[in-house]
């Protein structure tokens, strides 16, 4: 099934996400203008308050409107959470002493001892090395 990325939506006007509610955890209603839409489609959307996180909701039904032309609204699944909470951090790498300056998401309803392992499977994402010490793509490929 097609994905849609609406994660760019100043780009291409006739390309954007309206709103993107949480219904329940899991459950989102989407609306949005233009990307012929289907069930079993995938939406790639920016998580509000974020520079760079996206996160990626499964299409289950989709209704087009008449009025504006192009736009739909759609009922999507996606990750379950409570209260997305954001945070910024930093790293340095141990090897050449670069900085990786992140963000990350973590339901804040797990608490603060999910903070470090949510933190830690981003770098991962980013390509950096963790597991206590940090390592940037330079350096984890040096023998």
Not at 34 to 49: A, E, I, M
């Amino acid at each position: 099934m097609p994905e849609h990325d609406f994660r760019y939506a100043l780009l291409n006007p006739a390309h954007t996400l309206t709103e993107c509610r949480a219904l329940m955890p899991g459950r989102y209603q989407v609306t949005g203008t233009g990307g012929s839409v289907r069930p079993g489609d995938t939406l790639l959307v920016t998580l509000k308050g974020s520079r760079s996180l996206s996160q990626r909701l499964t299409v289950e039904k989709v209704r087009h409107l008449i009025n504006p032309p192009g736009q739909w609204v759609a009922v999507a699944s996606g990750p379950v959470f409570r209260e997305l909470r954001i945070h910024q951090w930093q790293v340095n790498c141990d090897g050449c002493g670069k900085t990786l300056d992140f963000e990350f998401a973590v339901d804040a309803a797990l608490g603060q001892a999910a903070q470090a392992p949510a933190a830690e499977a981003r770098i991962a994402e980013l390509g950096w090395q963790g597991d206590g010490r940090h390592f940037c793509p330079t350096c984890k490929e040096k023998p």
